[in-house]
């Protein structure tokens, strides 16, 4: 059966080099700045798993902060097509519920909310490769949606390796990686300023976005002083420019 071809995607699709190294902060932050200069942005978490009650609602964390951080107001079924119970690999939850992960189900979420849009700030689960069923993973989900990739990257000991290992797997996928943010993870961190030069060397020409340090209130606001918003703004007019002459 053949596919429906889509419109090409003006965004950004944030991953990390694992989980709970703050992806959705940063996503979220991402957002502020975008929307700063003016533009309609939306955050969308096609795939999250584990709900809570929040403010009332029924809802998972991370969806309600991209939620509230972008500037086109959103439910929650837009922010977060595929919402899971359990807080588990989303596969595993899905499971548990008598669920699938539909593929097309979140592409056309994601399009959709793209019509409203100016730019999507699209936030992976997990790390870079996250099971969705028997036969494809949230790196499937990236390719599909063709945005340039950012990856967050969790300082703390280990982090060259998961996100050089992480910056192939986004290339052999023929996506760009256009940027990484450095989190940190771990404040007490051995030699900081020489794992960041080799995080800049491994990455090549893909520049650092951000250095956020450890903040007690990791809220968008005050994240956003720690990111280099001139490079955003320089990615922000680059997709534009190549997508009005594509």
Not at 9 to 16: D, E, I, K, Q, Y
Not at 69 to 76: F, K, Q, Y
Not at 104 to 125: C, K, P, Y
Not at 158 to 184: D, S
Request: glycine residues 10%; proline residues 7%.
């Amino acid at each position: 059966m053949t596919q429906p071809t889509r419109p090409a995607l003006r965004g950004l699709f944030v991953t990390g080099t694992d989980t709970g190294i703050g992806k959705t902060r940063i996503s979220a932050a991402l957002l502020q700045a975008y929307a700063k200069s003016g533009a309609r942005v939306a955050g969308i978490k096609p795939v999250a798993a584990g709900m809570e009650d929040i403010g009332g609602e029924h809802i998972n964390e991370d969806v309600a902060i991209l939620r509230a951080a972008g500037s086109i107001e959103l439910t929650a079924a837009e922010a977060g097509p595929c919402q899971l119970e359990a807080a588990c690999a989303p596969h595993a939850a899905a499971a548990l519920e008598g669920r699938r992960i539909e593929r097309e189900a979140l592409l056309d979420a994601v399009h959709g909310l793209a019509q409203r849009a100016d730019f999507l700030i699209v936030e992976g689960v997990g790390g870079f490769r996250v099971p969705f069923g028997d036969d494809w993973d949230s790196a499937d989900l990236a390719r599909d949606l063709g945005l340039p990739v950012v990856l967050v990257v969790g300082l703390r000991l280990g982090c060259i390796n998961h996100a050089l290992l992480t910056a192939e797997a986004v290339r052999a996928r023929g996506l760009r990686l256009c940027g990484w943010v450095a989190n940190t993870i771990d404040p007490h961190m051995a030699c900081i300023p020489q794992n960041l030069d080799a995080l800049a060397r491994g990455l090549g020409a893909a520049p650092c976005l951000g250095l956020v340090p450890r903040l007690p209130e990791p809220a968008p606001e005050a994240i956003y002083p720690y990111l280099n918003v001139p490079a955003l703004h320089a990615i922000f007019e680059t997709i534009h420019t190549l997508r009005d002459t594509a």
